[in-house]
T-cell receptor, first 109, second 114 residues
Framework: QQPVQSPQAVILREGEDAVINCSSS?????VHWYRQKHGEAPVFLMI?????EQKGHEKISASFNEKKQQSSLYLTASQLSYSGTYFC??????????FGTGTKLQVIP | NAGVTQTPKFRILKIGQSMTLQCAQD?????MYWYRQDPGMGLKLIYY???????DKGEVPNGYNVSRSTTEDFPLRLELAAPSQTSVYFC?????????????FGEGSRLTVL
């Protein structure tokens, strides 16, 4: 089952904050977050592991609630470069990732 | 390192034609995947492989075939192309094993079936 993301789309002004939510109907053991710019491949942002460990490459934070089967991505002081579509992904066996429905984020000056 | 390389980047096919999308990675990754992404939608897993000689179906495998004869290469074959296969195809790789981590994506292959 595909994880469901909310909101579907959001427009921010530079410097504003946003939260993107990801919910799964299946038990979560880890959650991936990716950002995809128009016409490009998805780019890894971070992975959150059961037990609270977080691995990422950018200054974007996230939370992972195993009991509620939810994850949230927090974008603070947004920059123009944050624009794109954000996907969460739940991981199955052999590290197969099932991607969510996507959240389109647009940051305007 | 080139990472994950896909060819061709663009292709137009007629209904019923066949073709192979090529994918190669130079990171010595064990796990490789093929995803498709329809316009405005998320990515759906077509096939995956956990090593040379080992492949398995993903969520949407119908109309596709794969092979993995080497660690580096993971081609995707489309047989009897249909308009429903118009999509962007992404190949990805992951180190695998005990390392739970990021997927490295190729730039994508944009396929149109007319």
């Amino acid at each position: 089952q595909q994880p469901v993301q909310s909101p579907q789309a959001v427009i921010l002004r530079e410097g504003e904050d946003a939260v993107i939510n990801c919910s799964s109907s299946k038990a979560l053991y880890s959650v991936h977050w990716y950002r995809q710019k128009h016409g490009e491949a998805p780019v890894f942002l971070m992975i959150l592991l059961k037990g609270g460990e977080q691995k990422g490459h950018e200054k974007i934070s996230a939370s992972f609630n195993e009991k509620k089967q939810q994850s949230s991505l927090y974008l603070t002081a947004s920059q123009l470069s944050y624009s794109g579509t954000y996907f969460c992904g739940t991981e199955g066996g052999y590290q197969k990732v099932t991607f969510g429905t996507g959240t389109k984020l647009q940051v305007i000056p | 390192n080139a990472g994950v390389t896909q060819t061709p980047k663009f292709r137009i096919l007629k209904i019923g034609q066949s073709m192979t999308l090529q994918c190669a990675q130079d990171m010595n990754h064990n796990y490789m995947y093929w995803y498709r992404q329809d316009p405005g939608m998320g990515l759906k897993l077509i096939y995956y492989s956990v090593g040379a000689g080992i492949t398995d179906k993903g969520e949407v495998p119908n109309g596709y075939n794969v092979s993995r004869s080497t660690t580096e290469d993971f081609p995707l074959r489309l047989e009897l192309a249909a308009p429903s296969q118009t999509s962007v195809y992404f190949c990805a790789s992951n180190q695998g094993g005990s390392n739970t981590g990021e997927l490295f994506f190729g730039e994508g292959s944009r396929l149109t079936v007319l």
